[in-house]
């Protein structure tokens, strides 16, 4: 069979940043994210037996670095293990968004990894296996494979094989719901320079805060349910912006530290921070990279845009809004 799905990226209110168990992908606490329409990666995948290996296709280029396509190769190792198969895979994938906006996720890519991938094997399975699968390419894609507003729970068991199957994530609220809008500013200084796995291994590792860190989630994550429910959007803000100060925080108390700010990044936060106590609603998020993401109400996004405009060294604004879950686009039998 051959299969294309489409899956959007998906921005953490609470974040995760840490692993309990490697080897599982297992995440150290829980995390709550809205899903973005309007920003999508689409991607094909067809079983082959001709083929020797694997091949990975991105944004129109073959993909032959060793460590991503490592990752593309150990993801269907999973789907050809649960499917009994052995044959190779052709898999094709696009964003119709820039790279360079610090989107290019693995959330989006991973999650329509897996329903496509998940499909052209034959698998019939739920989205709770597909959430759990899709965790497994990486931890911000089990939220991406539910629409809306969603809660990753981070498996509860001493066992992490046993907690891999509690590890997933589920919809607290349809798109329907809440009419938020996430503006990314995209600012000129690029690209991350340490990926968020090294960086939360880091962390973990040497930071004398991650345990504080870790400890502060679970109050956020019930807080931010409750005022999600409640499309409150004032304790949304202030929820949203101390989990993310923490995780950065955390991580800038790694050895050595792992700052993802820019000078840009600083100004945005600032000029978001003064606008918000002038009676603008909004508020940011960052994560591991230096552009920053502004939530608002829909009737605020002009606002939001002009002022995000108006920051030196923002090189773009991208508007997006809560977007669908992942979803298989195309299913046909390979000629
Ligand atoms: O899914 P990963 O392993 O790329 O980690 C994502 C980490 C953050 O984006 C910084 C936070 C989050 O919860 O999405």
């Known amino acids: 069979m051959e299969a294309t799905a489409v899956a959007h990226p998906n921005i953490a209110l609470v974040k995760y940043w840490g692993k309990r168990d490697i080897e599982y992908n297992l995440p150290a606490a829980g995390s709550v994210s809205m899903t973005l329409g309007g920003l999508e990666t689409r991607t094909y995948v067809a079983f082959d037996s001709s083929l020797a290996h694997d091949q990975f296709e991105l944004d129109g ?15 269907l190792d999973l789907i050809r293990e649960r499917a009994g198969i052995d044959h190779r895979a052709r898999v094709t994938s696009g964003n119709n968004f820039p790279t360079a906006a610090g989107l290019a996720s693995s959330a989006s890519g991973f999650a329509a ?21 899709a965790r497994r390419g990486s931890g911000s894609a089990a939220r991406s494979i539910y629409g809306g507003f969603v809660e990753m729970q981070p498996g509860a068991h001493a ?11 589920r919809p607290i609220a349809p798109a329907e719901h809440w009419d938020l809008r996430c503006l990314v500013a995209v600012t000129a200084e690029g690209e991350k320079a340490v990926g968020s796995t090294e960086g939360m291994n880091r962390t973990q590792q040497t930071s004398p805060y ?37 995780m950065h925080a955390s991580a800038i108390g790694a050895e050595p530290g792992v700052l993802y700010w820019r000078g840009t990044t600083v100004d945005l936060i600032h000029r ?24 608002c109400p829909a009737d605020a996004s002009d606002d939001v845009r002009a002022l995000l ?7 773009d604004v991208l508007e997006a809004w809560p977007g669908k879950a992942a979803r298989l686009v195309e299913l046909q039998e390979s000629p």
Not at 278 to 291: E, N, R, V, W, Y
Not at 309 to 315: K, S, W, Y
Request: proline share 3%; glycine share 6%; charged share 30%.
């Open 159 to 169: 066992e992490p094989a046993v907690a891999s199957e509690e590890a997933f994530a």
């Open 210 to 246: 991650f345990g504080a860190w870790v400890d502060s989630v679970p109050t956020d994550i019930d807080a931010a349910r409750q005022v999600i429910a409640e499309r409150d959007f004032e304790s949304l803000a202030d929820i949203a912006e101390r989990s993310c100060l923490r």
């Open 61 to 75: 280029d073959l993909v032959d670095d060793g460590r991503r396509l490592a990752r593309v190769t150990g993801f």
């Open 272 to 295: 978001v921070r003064e606008a918000r106590a002038g009676g603008l609603s909004a508020f940011f998020t960052i994560d591991a990279g230096p552009h920053v993401k502004v939530f």
């Open 309 to 315: 405009d108006d920051v030196d060294g923002v090189r």
């Open 113 to 133: 990894l897996a329903v496509a991938a998940a499909s052209a094997a034959g698998l019939t399975i739920d989205e709770r296996e597909l959430s759990i699968l």
